[in-house]
């Protein structure tokens, strides 16, 4: 997994559950996880996460990422999806996930709800979902853009 990806974890992790009020603060926490880089980086990250500021009683502005609030119960889909997954495989750039039985559908919903620039669309059965990517997209991106959208595959994806 590529040091992208642990900061996209990392910034997910820290907005999902702390109040985070400027890109200031965010880099200070992410430098206590030993995770050091520009403001432009970090602007950047911020954009590819579609993090936006929502008004808070008591620090004024927030980050928030989109799932956060619009979508109660978030934690739980991926958790779920964590749950159903089973592999993941390439041919032809085409990636298939296979899933536990009556699992695709959901995983395949939750990754088209995020939209990833990186997968064009998804086609699910019952245990299968085809992963179309979009062109000059490697197998790693697409792997570390499932492990952004659903964090608990890091352990699972190899």
């Not at 603060?25 to 579609?50: I, W």
């Not at 699992?103 to 990186?118: G, T």
């Amino acid at each position: 997994m590529g040091n992208r990806t642990e900061r996209l974890l990392a910034i997910r992790n820290i907005i999902s559950s702390q109040k985070v009020s400027s890109q200031e603060e965010l880099l200070d926490l992410l430098e206590k996880k030993g995770l050091n880089y520009t403001q432009a980086t970090l602007s950047r990250d911020l954009k590819f996460l579609k993090v936006n500021k929502i008004s808070d009683q008591e620090k004024g502005y927030i980050y928030e990422l989109p799932d956060q609030h619009h979508m109660p119960g978030h934690e739980l889909a991926e958790s779920y999806a964590a749950q159903g997954f089973v592999s993941i495989q390439f041919a032809n750039k085409l990636g298939v996930i296979k899933t536990l039985p009556g699992y695709a559908h959901s995983i395949a919903a939750l990754i088209d709800r995020v939209n990833p620039f990186e997968i064009i669309g998804t086609l699910a059965g019952d245990d299968t979902i085809l992963i179309i990517p979009h062109e000059n997209v490697t197998e790693k991106d697409v792997i570390n853009t499932l492990i952004i959208i659903i964090p608990e595959l890091k352990d699972k994806i190899k």
